[in-house]
């Protein structure tokens, strides 16, 4: 920057960088862009105009001798930040200032990326433990700097930093593979944690594509995503470690998190649960914990309306009238009971409503997502039903379906747009926008507006609402997998579709350009 002949009022790492500085108080956003947290700014007496001729600047040297009687003229100042340090206003460090020399230590950015994976997670407890004694060269420690860094690009858009990050995720890719083919290592709880942050990262960069209503269950044919790779790695994981994991407290809690993972990508690729399931539910059943009959009972019904959807998506999408016909019954009834066995739950539980925060929350959206796809696709397979020349059921109880098929997607729609929170539109309390838990809390409800977003049988309004607060994710939040979801224009025949309100709902288009190239590389591929 040219010296334009008055103090710059830059921060201290800005004026030493010769950047422009955008003065942002208390802290200077430049520097959290640039990996580093802000020194602070300079006292204002010192950005006054003076006079600079020889007496002034005598004057000026003496008052600042007598303000630090006895330093010395060759002693070194140095101002070291540390993940626990707080931006330093003006006051605290007027008082560094004053030395005659002053030597500024930048910490890299590398150092800050477990406080900001800590804070990002906050809500998770075991994630702490598993940080104790982690070397630099461990997979949970390179995960969260290519996480972290991920982030403050998306979020912040830096000039400089792809090929750092594409770096970090090589070593972080290499040294989970390396962890995964350790006897000793391969079913520790750091190592399952780092695979979750790597399916983290792919949600961070959009690296899930969405194809929930035209996932064939086993088609291999479908380009399988990288975060599919990594949901597919825990399940593989979660078998590894056997039921033993589920009567420890922190073995117990890893296991609901990536539970709740592999059964999104169940949902999303429409393929029925892994027998695992039900052995793993009954064992928490027998042993539950305070806060887990909410979890378990929302597990069971995903585990049920994943069975029925990987029998309808192949009847729907093939328009098959006649497999339509025959089994419409059954697939009626599985529905019929999965739901009544969750509200008679709902019903006798009412502690797990009132007042629910965040984490109970997201178990209530995960229900409700799957009840909207299981009833959507209801309608889609009575429109076939109603359209078979043999159909043997009465067009009037085929209508009454469609309506009571409606309206529950209706009510949990409305409910899901009440889960919101204000910081993205809506009117959920939430924690500060501006804090990295904010991050969390707005994944949470990814997945829940995506299907909303692209479900026609929704209302229309709550779908522009869950558009809307979907691409205020992508953009203020860095999120990019929130930019993905498009309403829906599936491959099902006609004859399912009739009735069905027209899909007009517009998308904001994302720049292509602003997902790097470099997030292709190669996922870490479990063994099976």
Partial sequence: M????KPSPNCHLCRQRRVKCDLERPRCQRCIKYGVRCPGYRDEQDLRFQNA????????KRKKQMQSPGADPKELRVLAFTPESSASPAAEVSDLLSAPLLQVIRQHWSAESIPFVLSCYSSIGFLPTLFEGARDDHCLVKTCQVFSRAYVINRFRPDTGHRELSTCLGEALSSVSAALSSPKSHTSDATIVAVWLLGNYELLMGGIERKSFTSRPGDSSSSTSSWDVHSKGLLSLLRARGDRQLFTRSGRQIFWTMFTIVQIQCVIS???????FDRWLRIIEQTLQAGEALPLNTGRYIASACSLLSRILPITLEGDREAACVCYDVLVQGCDNAELTMLEWVRSAPEYQTGAGPVWQYFWNA???VRMKLHHMMILLTNLVEHSADSPFQPEALRERRQ????????TAQEVVDSIPKSLGGSMPDVDSTTPSAYFDACRVIW?????YVIPTAPRRLRIVARDALFRIGREKGILTALKPRPGRGRFPPETLAGLPTDDLEGREVDSTSIPSWTEVEPVRVRQ
């Fill in 448 to 452: 829940p507006l995506s299907h909303l």
């Fill in 2 to 5: 040219p010296n334009t002949g």
């Fill in 53 to 60: 001729n020889l007496d002034s600047f005598e004057k000026r």
């Fill in 367 to 369: 229900w409700r997502t």
């Fill in 404 to 411: 009571l098929c409606r309206g529950i997607i209706a009510s």
């Fill in 270 to 276: 429409n393929t029925p649960p892994p027998g695992d």
